[in-house]
Structure formats: structure tokens, C-alpha cells
């Protein structure tokens, strides 16, 4: 499973921005798929979740409420729309996939990784 993710930006506080995330080749393979985020020095940290085919979400408390992520099946593309953005959602944002299904937030537990997009929120 390959991963490209799109979308990332500079925004102002309380701005939105979207990311995506195509998957292509054995996409199949992939149960649930995540969203982190990276700051330097920090370890990634986890956004949000969505199974591919029930479109079960779950997110982090530091962002719920104000992100949601969807799935369109037919493109194998996901989505993270993010609302009322703050400074401190500034970060490289990866999207990942996972071949088996899991409700963990560790990074570990996702096999496949996308590049990453800058997403930079000004105050």
C-alpha cells in the first residue's frame, strides 16, 4: 500500500484546511486508516482513526470537535478537515494505514506511512 498525502498549508487561527490521503496499490489490504502529527524534537502523535469500511471515526481528545475525518471508498481516499485551527495544530501531518484492524493511538500499530504535509497555523 502506497500513501500520498496532500493538502497541508499555511492557515490563520480559526481557519480550516483539508488534507487528503491517497492510498493505491494493494489497498485491499489496509483495515483502518490514521491520522498523526509530528512536531520537532516530539514524538508523532495521534490525530484520528477511520475504519474503511464501516467509517467508524475516533479521535484525540486535542482535536475533537473540531476535525473530522471521512473515507471515500471509491477513490480509496481519506480526509482530514480541519476546523478552527489553532497555532499549536501547527506540525507535519502524516496519514497511515493498518493492515488489521486496531484502536490503538501508538504509531507502531500502523504499517504503512504516507509522506507527510506541513500544515502551519499563524496567530
Known amino acids: 500500500v502506497q500513501l500520498q498525502a496532500s493538502g497541508g498549508g499555511l492557515a490563520q487561527a480559526g481557519g480550516s484546511l483539508r488534507l487528503a490521503c491517497a492510498a493505491s496499490?494493494?489497498?485491499?489490504?489496509?483495515?483502518?486508516m490514521g491520522w498523526f502529527r509530528q512536531t520537532p524534537g516530539k514524538d508523532r502523535e495521534f490525530v484520528g482513526r477511520i475504519t474503511w469500511n464501516a467509517g467508524i471515526t475516533f479521535y484525540a481528545d486535542s482535536v475533537k470537535g473540531r476535525f473530522t475525518i471521512s473515507r471515500d471508498n471509491a477513490k480509496n481516499t481519506v480526509y482530514l478537515q480541519m476546523n478552527s485551527l489553532k497555532p499549536e495544530d501547527t506540525a507535519v501531518y502524516y496519514c497511515a494505514a493498518s493492515r488489521y484492524y486496531t484502536d490503538s493511538d501508538r504509531a507502531a500499530s500502523y504499517d504503512y506511512w504516507g509522506q507527510g504535509t506541513q500544515v502551519t497555523v499563524s496567530s
Open positions: 496499490g494493494r489497498t485491499s489490504s489496509s483495515s483502518v
